[in-house]
């Protein structure tokens, strides 16, 4: 089975006739996910590629059984849309926006959890079981990196991402979901909250990290090996080894603070588990072999 979203995950698309929107929604539907149907405000009783387009969540959620919400709309716009998403009932969300106010993510993770929600994102390329389904906006058909497997993937980083993955394909593997949780200080989802999901997918023999310095999500993850919240062989490649100290380096959570999160820090919490850590992401395959990961 997939995490998160699959074939049969009934999905709403926030922002689906926009520029962004209605690209990506193609892609989505050409890859086999099962889109409803589309809000735009102003836009109701318009179609796009057959689906039909609301006003409001609201509406199109007493129209249609959804089970998931995309939002294809700007970071300042963000907040208001997961809250009408969350108001009308949905559990699974997926935002892309880069440049959410801090402020407004503190708000939107808060709000997830008082409704028993996940919000992934934003600042994310979002989330993707290659070949079954996808909410985001991956190059699925670029096959040497977005190729079926076993291996989970979870990422703060998109332009590592693919890079990553391409050395897993590579190594003769192939990935169950890849969640990108996104590179902002206060992602809607960390880690360590999706690992059990990993755990109890009889299709995912073992999961990769990519993290980077700054924030404390790695070594939240081993405190759930640690803990026997997840028990596969884990495999970690950590961006940003050779930051000065103090400096951000390229996204907004890529820094440290209070004197945690160097990656110094997240290499020893991550080793004394029992989790591998690859020096470059060529080393990423190796090391799943090293750890006697099935390839098939």
């Not at 400096?247 to 591998?276: C, F, N």
């Amino acid at each position: 089975m997939s995490i998160f979203i699959d074939q049969h995950t009934k999905v709403l698309v926030q922002g689906i006739t926009g520029s962004e929107g209605s690209f990506w929604t193609k892609h989505m539907i050409e890859l086999g996910t099962h889109v409803l149907c589309g809000v735009t405000p102003g836009k109701e009783g318009q179609t796009f590629e057959g689906i039909p387009v609301y006003n409001t969540v609201r509406k199109a959620v007493q129209m249609h059984d959804v089970d998931a919400s995309m939002l294809f709309v700007p970071p300042k716009l963000t907040k208001d849309a997961v809250m009408e998403a969350l108001a009308a009932g949905i559990k699974k969300i997926v935002t892309i926006a880069d440049g959410i106010p801090l402020h407004d993510m503190v708000l939107i993770r808060q709000a997830a959890k008082e409704h028993h929600a996940f919000v992934i994102g934003g600042n994310t390329t979002g989330v993707i079981s290659p070949k079954v389904a996808m909410m985001g906006s991956f190059p699925h058909w670029i096959e040497r990196v977005y190729k079926k497997g076993h291996v989970g993937v979870m990422t703060r980083s998109g332009s590592l991402t693919n890079e990553v993955t391409a050395m897993i394909v590579e190594a003769g593997y192939g990935v169950s979901t890849l969640i990108g949780v996104g590179g902002d200080p206060v992602p809607g989802t960390r880690f360590a909250e999706m690992l059990p999901f990993y755990e109890q997918d009889p299709e995912t023999n073992a999961v990769v990290i990519i993290g980077e310095l700054g924030g404390t999500m790695e070594e939240e993850v081993a405190e759930a090996i640690k803990n026997h919240t997840f028990t596969k062989p884990l495999v970690a490649f950590l961006g940003g080894r050779t930051a000065p100290k103090g400096q951000k380096m390229g996204h907004a959570g890529a820094i440290i603070t209070g004197g945690k999160g160097s990656v110094e820090d997240k290499i020893i919490a991550l080793t004394e588990v029992g989790a591998l850590i690859a020096e470059r992401p060529r080393m990423v395959g190796k090391l799943l072999e090293k750890l006697n990961v099935p390839k098939s």
